[in-house]
């Protein structure tokens, strides 16, 4: 008796079922993962919504679910972001919302078919992941298995990072996080930041971020981080758009205890905003918000002990100046008020020097490392 093939097969999703095993596929994988957090569905899908994410107003993708002897094994995205290959002059195409069980010959079979499909459409090398641009959640995680990913970073399997390499690709750029806790940050020496920061900048002044005029607050964010981030790797400016669509989402979640703005002479001249970290709350939700996930938020936002610095931006003309420290001290004397333990910083460029002496100077900890890969087409 001949025993079965163990082949891998290949499959565009192109129907509503399809797109359900490709957007279920992680919660199943991941089952047993004590420290995976299960995304909200509804986001999830808001991701992949090509007729109402603005993302897809200037970029493409397709969806490939892969299996092996008819079972489920893995899924992928090819994408390109025109905006991207505009700005920096490149024919990159991305990967993204890669999933997979560790199966060598099921990764290089969803890779080369992603591979042609962008070789097809001109482009000369491919990065990611990026699910599904670069202001999504990007990197897998390679270094931090044994904690909790905070609020709108990802969590992977230990065997990802070998398994890409085996199969061809290489380390693009490394993302790194921080915490800095009540146990490790130095108070006194951010009381003495402020000293100096204030005898430079005697105009500096820190506010909130004013929720009630939103609208207002994200074209003043949008101004600076645009400008704060054009000679970062991998930046491209964001669309009104795209800043619109984002404030949406942070409306729900945005505490105004942690978002500020820096002001010198009334010029907003940076911006930090830090999220108090639902995953804690959503880690007990198996991604769904109905029929009563939005009532264990409502019940238990109080008992989260982390806020996550999602986004920060220093005009060119300030930095080195030390306001990213002064606003990274009021977010955490803040947290520490309404009894939040822990701060988590980033991700951060590996190459950005000084945000990662910022990060350490105020007792942060190396914490986590999310990794870009590349790979010449």
């Known amino acids: 008796m001949s025993k079965k093939a163990n082949t891998d097969s290949i ?33 999830q899908k808001k991701l992949l919504d090509t007729d109402k994410n603005p993302f897809y107003d200037n970029a493409e993708i397709e969806l490939f679910l892969v299996y092996n002897n008819g079972k489920l094994v893995g899924r992928i995205a090819a994408i390109i972001d025109h905006r991207y290959n505009d700005y920096h002059d490149a024919k990159t195409g991305f990967f993204g919302f890669f999933e997979c069980i560790n199966r060598e010959r099921s990764a290089q079979l969803m890779f080369r078919v992603v591979e042609e499909w962008l070789r097809s459409r001109g482009m000369k090398e491919m990065m990611g992941p990026v699910n599904p641009g670069m202001m999504d959640e990007i990197g897998i995680l390679v270094k931090g298995f044994q904690k909790y990913p905070s609020i709108l970073m990802p969590y992977h399997k230990e065997y990802y990072d070998p398994l890409l390499k085996s199969i061809g690709l290489e380390k693009a750029m490394d993302l790194l996080t921080y915490e800095v806790n ?37 074209k003043i964010i949008q101004e600076i981080f645009n400008e704060a ?31 500020h703005i820096a002001e010198v002479k009334g010029e907003p001249v940076a911006f930090s905003v830090a999220l108090p970290d639902y995953n804690q709350i959503l880690k007990n939700m198996n991604g769904n918000l109905f029929p009563f996930g939005f009532l264990k938020i409502l019940f238990n936002r109080r008992k989260i002990t982390k806020i996550r610095t999602a986004l920060m931006g220093v005009k060119p003309d300030y930095q080195g100046k030390g306001i990213d420290a002064l606003l990274h001290r009021e977010s955490i004397e803040n947290g520490l008020r309404y009894n939040k333990y822990a701060s988590e910083i980033g991700w951060i460029l ?3 020097i000084q945000m990662n002496r910022v990060a350490e100077k105020i007792g942060g900890e190396h914490d986590k490392t999310y990794r870009m890969y590349q790979k010449d087409l």
């Open 11 to 43: 499959s565009v999703v192109d129907t509503k079922e399809g797109k359900k095993e490709f957007l279920e596929f992680p919660y199943s994988l991941y089952e047993n993962d004590e420290y995976w957090v299960p995304p909200l569905r509804m986001e």
């Open 182 to 218: 009540q146990d490790n940050v130095d108070r006194e020496r951010m009381s003495r930041a402020v000293e100096i920061v204030k005898r430079r900048l005697p105009d500096i002044r820190i506010r909130k971020i004013r929720l009630k005029k939103i609208d207002e607050e994200i």
């Open 229 to 259: 981030w054009k000679d970062n790797w991998g930046f491209i400016p964001l669309s009104e758009a795209e800043f619109k669509y984002l404030a949406k989402d942070l409306k729900a979640v945005v505490d105004d205890n942690y978002a």
């Open 350 to 352: 590996e190459n950005n």
